[in-house]
């Protein structure tokens, strides 16, 4: 079986689903127009999405006070440390940096909503 998506309550999605669009190379597949503000995000290999919306029935988890080892995002990069900058100088905040005896080197950062995403280069 092949992962279609995984969904998210998050506080704001539309702001959330622009920046991700604007800063991580996502695309909004579908968005829908409900009370939730549902939009599907597509990654840049068109494979995986990422469902973001805001449903009113369900309060939406305080990310940034979760550790980010309970739940991250993510996201392949060819440089981990240019990525990063550039997201925290578009509002992301760093957690942690790892370089790994493998040569894999993940840094944690927190979107501008709190919630944890790793950019990730594999040795």
């Known amino acids: ?30 968005k829908l127009d409900d009370p939730a503000q549902t939009h599907f995000l597509i990654d840049s290999a068109g494979s995986v999405m990422l469902e973001i919306y805001n449903h009113p029935r369900v309060s939406c988890p305080d ?7 309970l739940l991250h995002l993510a996201f392949v990069s060819s440089d981990p440390d240019a990525d990063a900058e550039r997201l925290m100088a578009n509002g992301a905040s ?19 909503w709190g919630l944890a995403i790793q950019l990730c280069k594999r040795g």
């Open 63 to 69: 990310y940034a006070t979760m550790d980010h080892l």
């Open 94 to 112: 760093m957690v942690e940096r790892l370089a790994l005896d493998n040569g894999s080197l993940l840094i944690m950062l927190r979107d501008p």
């Open 1 to 30: 079986m092949k992962i279609e998506h995984f969904a998210i309550n998050v506080s704001e999605p539309v702001p959330m689903a622009a920046w991700y669009g604007e800063h991580l190379a996502t695309e909004i597949k579908v």
